[in-house]
């Protein structure tokens, strides 16, 4: 049985920081992944679903240039030579992740790892024989999540499809529903509407992006519409029959009526269920939750001492960013160091068409914490940077305490929201005012000018718009 101070299992945006760290730190580490290092992010998640949104904006712009003078005439798409385009950074990057993990020192085995002790760990290989590992520190379970199936919806890899399958279509479909109306769903049904496809959400929910600040969603909602889609809220699907052509008809209720609606094309997108059954936890004796989230304390330990969980099977936000925290975290308490979960505020992006990006308390959960807040707003439709760019959809808003004038938190809906946000989450985290974002001097002209202007106009000191 060979022996290691720390072993990972799994090797997504959690896993493979987790044990690039602990090698830093000067543990013996070894990481485990079934599938493909990278995980869900590099493999199907956040950068194959980027590059598609990316090619989809130039599709969308190289078309819409006619105010500007640049006139183009037959733009086409070629699906299969976006997905070769797609596909090769995929591998640039995880190659990248493998030699990474290596140059640090880390040893790496594919397999599936099932946890058989708290300090054991068995890998069945693909050929069937199972491999025995010991760690004498700590196991770390970063196995994160998969897509929910729907029975009546069951993924056929071609009609019925995830975002796994919707991230690799080479064609676009001509009419394609999305089932949820939640951050995937409308990334990846914005990107084939922007190419053509006609667009139908159905949301069980009475709100698309739920838990969003509702003035951000209706931006979105109101380019889904303007491109001629379609959005059925408080709408479950029901099930649906295939068609002698090839397409379904789908079953819908909405307000209490069914309907039928054709299409070509069906993603499921309700949602992510951790990756936490058949890993021997229960056995074990870790606490697995009713969901299947593994919960944990501030140093991501699990109630087993030796076990620790990190990323999307440990829980909300689902997101990338706040994986590879955790594992930095998990990494540095195995190797004795003082850290721990002490961060302010985990921002989110939302890279629909505009972008959304939010840190921080929405008006409305400040409010229902009992709060008085003082609102500042700043459109892009007045910024000199946005109308250059022609892209003046959308605004700044900040929520600050009324009183304090500490910033709570920050929604930016329109182009670049997702890496303007960097800048109102640093704000949060170092507890800054309204003054403190005011009186940074930002460039001119930059989209970033919205932020300090906002601020400024919750204190009724903005120069570029009226303020209230
Ligand atoms: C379409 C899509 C788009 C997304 N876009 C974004 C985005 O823009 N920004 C963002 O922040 N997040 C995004 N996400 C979410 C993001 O992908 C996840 O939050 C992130 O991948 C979680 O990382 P993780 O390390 O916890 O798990 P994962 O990335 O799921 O990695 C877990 C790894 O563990 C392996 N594994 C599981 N069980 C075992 C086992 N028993 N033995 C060995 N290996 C095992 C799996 O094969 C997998 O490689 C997106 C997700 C999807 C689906």
């Excluded at 209490?256 to 299409?263: M, N």
């Excluded at 056995?283 to 076990?307: A, E, L, M, W, Y």
Aim: hydrophobic fraction near 45%; glycine fraction near 12%.
């Amino acid at each position: 049985m060979k022996t290691y101070d720390a072993i990972v299992i799994g090797a997504g945006p959690g896993g493979y920081p987790c044990a690039i760290r602990l090698a830093q730190l000067k543990q013996k580490v070894l990481c485990i992944e079934k599938e493909n290092v990278g995980g869900v992010c590099l493999n199907w998640g956040c950068i194959p679903s980027k590059a598609l949104i990316s090619a989809a904006h130039l599709y969308e712009k190289s078309q819409a240039g006619a105010a500007m003078g640049i006139k183009v005439s037959g733009v086409e798409l070629d699906a299969n030579k976006m997905q070769d385009w797609k596909e090769g950074i995929v591998k640039k990057l995880t190659g990248g992740v493998g030699s990474l993990l290596k140059g640090n020192g880390a040893d790496v085995v594919n397999g599936t790892a099932t946890v058989v002790g708290p300090k054991r760990v068995d890998v069945t290989r693909a050929d069937g024989s199972v491999e025995q590992f010991e760690a004498t520190k700590a196991i770390v379970i970063a196995t994160g999540s998969t897509t929910i199936e729907i029975p009546t919806f069951k993924f056929d890899g071609d009609t019925i499809i995830g975002a796994k399958e919707a991230v690799s279509l080479r064609r676009v479909p001509k009419r394609l529903m999305v089932i949820g109306g939640g951050v995937i769903g409308l990334e990846l049904g914005m990107v084939y509407q922007a190419f053509g496809a006609e667009l139908i959400v159905v949301e069980a929910l009475p709100e698309l992006l739920t838990g969003v600040d509702p003035d951000c969603t209706k931006i979105v909602e109101r380019k889904i519409l303007k491109r001629g889609g379609t959005i059925h809220k408080n709408a479950k699907a029901l099930g649906y029959e295939k068609q002698k052509d090839g397409s379904v008809g789908v079953k819908i209720q909405a307000d209490g009526k069914e309907q039928t609606i054709v299409v070509d094309t069906v993603l499921v997108a309700v949602g992510m269920r951790p990756s936490s059954k058949g890993l021997g936890l229960e056995k074990v004796g870790v606490t697995v939750d009713q969901r299947g989230f593994v919960p944990t304390d501030k140093f991501c330990r699990t109630n087993v001492p030796s076990i620790y969980a990190i990323g999307d099977v440990s829980g909300p936000p689902l997101l990338a960013h706040k994986a590879t925290k955790e594992g930095e975290i998990a990494a540095e308490v195995i190797a004795g160091h003082k850290a721990e979960k002490d961060w302010v505020a985990i921002p989110g992006a939302i890279f629909t068409d505009p972008e959304i990006a939010t840190v921080g308390l929405t008006e409305a959960e400040a409010k229902a914490k009992g709060l008085e807040v003082s609102i500042g707003k700043f459109p892009f439709s007045v910024l000199g940077k946005a109308m250059a760019m022609n892209e003046t959809e959308g605004f700044v808003k900040i929520v600050a305490d009324k009183k304090t004038k500490q910033v709570l938190g920050v929604h930016i809906v329109g182009p670049e929201a997702s890496t303007m946000i960097s800048e109102a989450s640093l704000s949060l985290e170092m507890a800054a005012f309204l003054e403190d974002l005011s009186l940074t001097i930002h460039p001119h002209p930059t989209l970033g000018e919205s932020l300090m202007e906002a601020a400024a106009h919750a204190m009724g000191a903005a120069i570029h718009i009226a303020n209230r």
